[in-house]
């Protein structure tokens, strides 16, 4: 029984392994024990013997229910339940050694020697019954829950079942014998059924395989992970990790034992995740290759049972392709493809900020439309590829004129909408006036020959107050683009509040 137990411990992460090694202990102290007592020729020595090995003799039953339970994957039971499970056997123990004063456990004892070995015979006390009924409901659960586990298991797991249950037998048989007086020259067979007992739970824990499948299965999966994978404690150490942790951040997340540090690349950020829980975070980073790569981390609390957290468990993963790609459709979302400037949606955005900057700053905003004068006839002459290549090159030196702190977009057709920050009229006006000539300045080549460009624009700027919508900007430039057009085009006009 010794050796089942210290058995169990080297396969610790086999499913009841833990509570099977309790098994076994307490049997072991339960048969080591009987033998001292086997080795008594005193009603005084035996006694002494059995209070040293009782806690074993009492604790045998409840470990074998807490064993049952955890072979049928029962969750862990609560410590405060754990508590209350050994009452009755804390009970017993103190019965034992105080039966001399309290007669409570055995009522009268004396020496049996009608056989090879001297043994001891007793009235039996009312904590006797108490404890023999408390036993018997422990092994009688545990035997339940196999039966139970076995009907509605699949067949693999149902034979390990069978084998632990047909392991439970042999304390029963040796009980029984022993209560009827069947046992031979008087000597309890209970520790012998133990022993025989704990052949067949190694069976089905250990000889058959299955339990250790699962663990097995589980730590293959962790290690062919492209993603990280660390748990750690609530003291921020690492207890575990694969090698794509130490791939994505760097040996130091492949140090068992080590912490998570602040200077260590990607430590602020994982640490951060540890204070809060259950949380994401992502952050950029220089792979050990000196690559730049952007990483995604989860974290997790880990609970043990129904305790409360131990650790925590990290999963980082590379999502550089992911942002890349996501960036990427956020640009397109907002371009227009044609020109490659903001589409009306962006613009419309980036311009609501810039108002409402202003209007909290109080300063001048403009709102500019450009509009290619005679496109149709562009279209209508040489063809929709050679409009392209206008509305393109227009653009380009629409973009070229303007500052980086000014938003230009396509607004729609051969019309283009700009928006002049920090800009008051007379300003407006010039730096206007100056971008048109700058994008007309010079015809526009295509293939098979050349158009001279021109433009019209219309501007209008107001110092804006709280309620202004950029649409009302671009509605007043748009009137003065009309006038602009009614007063024979290629040129500007401006409105003023």
Known sequence: ?????????????????????????????????????????????????????????????????????????????????????????????????????????????????????????????????????????????????????????????????????????????????????????????LPFSLALSGCFCALALFGLGLFELVPAARDRAIESLRDGFIVVDDRGRILDSNESAGRLLGEWASRE??????????????????????????????????????????????????RGREGSGIVVRDVTENAALLERLAELAGTDELTGLYNRRRFAEYAARELALAIREGRFFTAVIFDIDHFKEVNDRHGHAVGDVVLGEFASRLSAAVREIDILCRYGG????????????????AAVERIRLAATSRPVAFEGGALELRASAGVYSAVPTKGDRIDAFLDEADRALYEAKEKGRDRTVQRRA
């Open 1 to 189: 029984m010794l050796f089942f137990s210290a058995y169990a411990i080297a396969r610790k992460r086999v499913y009841a392994a833990p509570e099977f090694c309790r098994l076994m202990i307490a049997s072991a102290i339960y048969a080591l024990g009987y033998g001292l007592e086997l080795m008594q020729s005193s009603v005084e020595g035996m006694l002494t013997v059995l209070r040293i090995a009782y806690p074993g003799v009492v604790s045998a039953p409840v470990f074998w229910l807490f064993f049952a339970l955890a072979f049928t994957r029962v969750p862990r039971p609560r410590p405060a339940l754990v508590s209350l499970a050994f009452l009755v056997p804390l009970a017993v123990v103190v019965a034992l050694w105080t039966n001399e004063a309290t007669h409570l456990y055995f009522a009268r004892t004396w020496i049996s020697a009608g056989g090879p070995f001297p043994v001891l015979a007793f009235e039996r006390g009312p904590v006797y019954f108490i404890g023999m009924i408390y036993f018997q409901a422990c092994v009688i659960v545990g035997d339940v829950a196999l039966v139970l586990y076995a009907i509605r298991s699949p067949r693999p797991l149902r034979k390990q079942a069978i084998v632990a249950i047909i392991g439970s037998l042999g304390p029963w048989v040796g009980n029984l014998f022993h209560i009827m007086g069947k046992a031979p020259w008087g000597i309890d067979p």
């Open 414 to 429: 051969e019309e283009f909408a700009l928006v002049l920050p920090s800009s008051d009229d007379g300003a407006a006006l």
């Open 257 to 306: 034992g080590g912490a998570l540090e602040e200077d260590e690349p990607g430590g602020p950020e994982l640490l951060g995740l540890l204070e809060r829980g259950e949380a994401e975070v992502q952050f950029a980073i220089s792979s050990p290759r000196g690559e730049a790569r952007r990483l995604s981390a989860h974290s997790f609390p880990v609970r043990v049972g129904r």
